[in-house]
């Protein structure tokens, strides 16, 4: 192989770990997690990880391919940009010396970028702050932007509670911490490849998806994390489940309400990719075989 390393990314539904898989299956690859929700444990169906309904303890192989940063973090704990490019870093390591090529999955935008440009130096936070930081983006949203800058984009809870911390620990915004000089790239000249269908396509697949993520362990995944109090919103779905199980509201709403989530969320990583994203390698739909053999032929 020429190719040292892999991304490759696209929104939410584009069929991106499929065709990670086959792909690793013929190159001798393996499977490095970039998706800020698949890391998390317990969430494999509402979070549409490869280990969805899959039975077992352990996630770190599927048919004989190794699978790195999948379901290791329980969901009470929070993983900060830098702690990510520190596990990914030690996942490259591993599967480098394993003599495999390493493939990144995944559609968290600020995972990838800290992969392929490495991250600035923003002084640690402390717990205190962290909690802090998140009672307030639960609790109380509106005073929360009043202390960011006019111009953040509102987002998901988890990059809003960073933006927030980093803001109550060290006076500055997280935006001006962003504009030092970054250092720690992983895979700067990683073959970036982009999956990414036409909206029509995504969406349907969107309302395809969610009735059978329902249908299938995300009401035990949700059940779960109402038993143990366990927070909600970690990832689209959860959140609409628990308040379904609550009696809050009725399951079509849940579901239709999850279906408006993530359509919302793929318009925001389909912005990403055109603004910050330069991809090597583009498909621009739903990947089949016929693109396996061009990306094989590309990086081989």
């Given at each position: 192989?020429?190719?040292?390393?892999?991304?490759?990314?696209?929104?939410?539904?584009?069929?991106?770990?499929?065709?990670?898989?086959?792909?690793?299956?013929?190159?001798?690859?393996?499977?490095?997690n970039?998706?800020?929700v698949?890391?998390?444990?317990?969430?494999?169906?509402?979070?549409?990880?490869?280990?969805?309904?899959?039975?077992?303890?352990?996630?770190?192989?599927?048919?004989?391919?190794?699978?790195k940063?999948?379901?290791?973090l329980p969901l009470?704990?929070?993983?900060s940009v830098?702690?990510y490019?520190?596990l990914?870093?030690?996942?490259?390591?591993?599967v480098?010396?394993?003599?495999?090529?390493?493939?990144?999955v995944?559609?968290t935008?600020?995972?990838i970028?800290?992969?392929?440009n490495g991250?600035?130096?923003?002084?640690?936070?402390s717990?205190e702050?962290?909690?802090?930081?998140?009672?307030?983006?639960?609790n109380?949203i509106?005073?929360v932007?009043?202390?960011?800058?006019?111009?953040?984009?509102?987002?998901?809870?988890?990059?809003?509670?960073?933006?927030?911390?980093v803001?109550?620990?060290?006076?500055?915004?997280?935006?001006?911490?962003?504009k030092?000089?970054?250092?720690?790239?992983?895979?700067p000249?990683a073959c970036?490849?982009?999956?990414?269908?036409?909206r029509?396509?995504?969406?349907?697949?969107?309302?395809?998806r969610?009735?059978?993520?329902?249908?299938?362990?995300?009401?035990?995944?949700a059940?779960?994390?109402?038993a143990?109090n366990?927070?909600?919103?970690?990832?689209i779905g959860t959140e609409?489940?628990?308040?379904?199980?609550?009696?809050e509201?009725?399951?079509?709403?849940?579901?239709?309400?999850?279906i408006?989530?993530?359509n919302q969320?793929?318009?925001?990583?389909?912005?990403?990719?055109k603004?910050?994203?330069?991809s090597?390698?583009?498909?621009?739909?739903?990947?089949?075989?016929?693109?396996?053999?061009?990306?094989?032929?590309?990086?081989s």
């Open positions: 192989m020429k190719t040292k390393s892999l991304i490759i990314t696209g929104p939410t539904a584009s069929g991106k770990s499929d065709f990670a898989h086959k792909l690793a299956c013929q190159i001798n690859g393996a499977i490095i970039c998706d800020s698949q890391i998390y444990r317990g969430i494999e169906t509402v979070s549409a990880s490869p280990f969805a309904g899959v039975k077992t303890d352990s996630f770190d192989e599927l048919d004989g391919v190794p699978y940063l999948f379901s290791i009470s704990e929070h993983l830098a702690d490019l520190r990914a870093t030690d996942a490259f390591n591993e480098v010396a394993m003599g495999k090529t390493p493939i990144f995944g559609g935008g600020y995972y970028n800290v992969l392929i991250i600035s130096s923003i002084p640690e936070v717990e702050t962290r909690k802090r930081a998140r009672d307030m983006v639960k109380n509106d005073e932007y009043k202390l960011l800058p006019a111009d953040f984009v509102k987002t998901d809870p988890q990059r809003t509670a960073r933006a927030l911390e803001f109550l620990e060290t006076g500055k915004p997280l935006s001006d911490w962003q030092l000089p970054r250092s720690g790239a992983l895979v000249d970036k490849i982009l999956i990414n269908p036409k029509e396509i995504l969406l349907e697949r969107i309302a395809k969610v009735p059978e993520m329902v249908s299938g362990d995300a009401l035990i995944e059940k779960n994390i109402t143990n366990m927070e909600e919103n970690r990832a609409q489940l628990c308040k379904m199980l609550r009696g509201i009725s399951q079509q709403d849940a579901i239709n309400n999850w408006t989530k993530t969320y793929a318009k925001r990583q389909r912005t990403w990719f603004t910050q994203y330069v090597d390698y583009q498909i621009l739909r739903v990947p089949t075989d016929d693109d396996l053999e061009k990306v094989i032929e590309k990086i």
